[in-house]
């Protein structure tokens, strides 16, 4: 098979594998060309895994009624129809792990990769061309997809060799979350009081980490968490990642912002929004003070919803859409998993493949 | 007609107002109790104006096919249904311009306001308790409608009394993106490089007279429009609010991309995003240096676009959500038009009512 684009410019953003509509890029395009050939500047990969992101697996999980066949043959269908696995409901993807099979002429001496590493994607699926033969598994706890197919990485894509060691499986549920731990240190400073809305999930741990290193002994940490019972909170005051630990529903604002108000005042310095869920806007905006950054990193966030929520309560807080990039984010969100112990044991035990 | 809530607890952000879903706030709700009357925390306008957001008026106006009648049905029909002029399908509002009625007791003291005095309400339609009897006239081409009839503010609302030295229906076109005259100051600094998208748009002339402002003799700001011909377009190079002009379809990202990549090749600092049709996010990161920040403050934005979009092409950027509402925006905004003997003229030109 060879790629339908090496004879022609071959874009570094990708833009020459859009089919439709005319003069889009990768990601807002429909479909995408997924014929799983490397263009010159392009690299091919086999594919083993998929991590949906967690906002699309929800959708799609409650879609298929939690049912792994149903939401395999989601997937398939997803990939043959568009070329990517871009959820057209969220607008999310994920990312993948794989082999290198071939990297383009044109980059082949310009990149530190070779043929047979293996990587992780750290740019979304909703953007990257896809090939699938066959789903092979699926955890629907974790949103882990087992497949056979190929994957093209653009020029200007992003992706990290794995790191030996850490297990594979355990990295790439790092990796999927990589852009909030390295920008929690960006957001905050000594003294703060931070409070961060589904610290439980995945982001939420990491960014209370980062956030508690970063606030030190005179800062505060607060966890929001849907279960205070559940593992991943109680990991959260045992391993000192957060200073209290907050149950409730997110989505409910005046409940939220009643129980942070009776032990933050002063509200949030910062808050840091990692929820699957939708509707959170106003709880996270609720719970800042005038003057303070809210830092949305769940992609189920509604830009309406939280810029209205903000000018309807007079709040002046700034807004940040979360960045699934920063420079150097693999190495800081790996890092962080080494600098905690029972953070590591924690992903291990949930997500290490036995 | 008495208030249904007089007797009962009254929230100072409205949550006493909501229908459903219970538990909801104003603005998240899908229906709100609009009962013209006070509650003790509450100020009850008459309405002269509302001034629809523009997102939502375009797409009114097209869904009713620009048929002044039509569109007016439709806000009715969304009063009728909501008890507020929330945009279902945009999720935005806009505001109202009107006369003090009456001023809850428990508030009659506390604020600078008396009965009978003109205002402007600067919170969202989408959240406002609106009333309405009649819709009397409709100007397409500004989105403003004239009506009959009554809305609640609350506590928690803000408002502006309408200034003297400015036309009434200007100072209101001029509130409406007040927001973004008091944002860009707090991001641009001197020497900077600043692109305005939808520069010829209502609030993208407003951030281009403030970054010029700011950005000072050393700084630069690039303007872009979508027809260079056009007066507001034209006004930009003739008032200096601009250094450059540049035309395209701000959808179409390489094209922008390319123009300004040959105009500023380091690329933008900050750019301001103030265009109001939907998939112009890619266009803005393209625009923006890694390490520059991007402010969108058009209500099109989205918000999966904009956090993949980054992700996809690996721009470490910063990405901030408009907020309606700053300190002290109303007077801000009304100043920068005061400052600007041209602009202040283009806007009496065109909003001004003979």
Chains 1, 2 share one sequence.
């Not at 050939?37 to 906002?55: F, G």
């Not at 939690?66 to 990312?95: C, W, Y």
């Not at 966890?223 to 990991?235: F, I, K």
């Not at 939708?278 to 990193?297: H, K, Q, V």
Request: glycine fraction near 10%; aromatic fraction near 4%; charged fraction near 20%.
């Amino acid at each position: 098979m060879t790629a339908p684009t090496t004879k022609t410019h071959c874009h570094p953003l990708g833009a020459h594998r859009v089919l439709e509509p005319v003069g889009a890029m990768p990601q807002d395009a429909w479909r995408i060309d997924n014929t799983p050939a490397a263009a010159q500047n392009e690299i091919l990969c086999e594919v083993d895994v998929l991590n949906v992101d967690s906002a699309s697996f929800r959708q799609i999980a409650e879609v298929c009624h939690f049912d792994a066949g149903r939401i395999g043959e989601h997937i398939l269908q997803t990939v043959r129809e568009r070329g990517k696995q871009h959820n057209p409901v969220t607008g999310s993807g994920g990312m993948f792990v794989g082999r290198v099979l071939e990297i383009g002429e044109a980059l082949r001496d310009r990149i530190d990769l070779r043929a047979g590493d293996r990587i992780a994607s750290l740019v979304s699926l909703s953007l990257t061309p896809l090939h699938l033969e066959a789903v092979r598994e699926i955890d629907v706890a974790t949103g882990r997809v087992w497949v056979r197919g190929m994957a093209i990485l653009f020029e200007s894509g992003i992706w990290a060799r794995l790191p030996e060691d850490i297990d594979e499986n355990v990295a790439l549920a790092v990796l999927d979350v990589a852009g909030a731990p390295a920008q929690v240190p960006r957001l905050c400073s000594p003294g703060q009081t931070v409070l961060v809305i589904g610290a439980a999930g995945k982001s939420g741990l990491f960014s209370c980490a980062q956030a508690k290193a970063r606030v030190g002994a005179t800062g505060r940490v607060i966890g929001l968490v849907h279960d205070a019972s559940a593992p991943p909170a109680q990991l959260l005051e045992r391993a000192g990642l957060v200073d209290d630990v907050v149950e409730a529903d997110a989505r409910r604002a005046l409940d939220v912002s009643g129980k942070i108000e009776a032990i933050a005042p002063q509200l949030a310095d910062l808050t840091i929004n990692c929820v699957n869920v939708p509707g959170t806007e106003l709880s996270s905006i609720l719970c800042t003070r005038d003057g303070g950054t809210i830092y949305f990193f769940s992609m189920s966030t509604s830009f309406t919803a939280a810029a209205l929520g903000a000018e309807g309560i007079g709040r002046d807080v700034t807004m940040i859409i979360g960045n699934g990039y920063a420079k150097d984010h693999a190495n800081i969100a790996l890092q962080t998993l080494r600098d905690h112990p029972a953070l590591h044991a924690y992903f291990n035990a949930k997500y290490k493949k036995l």
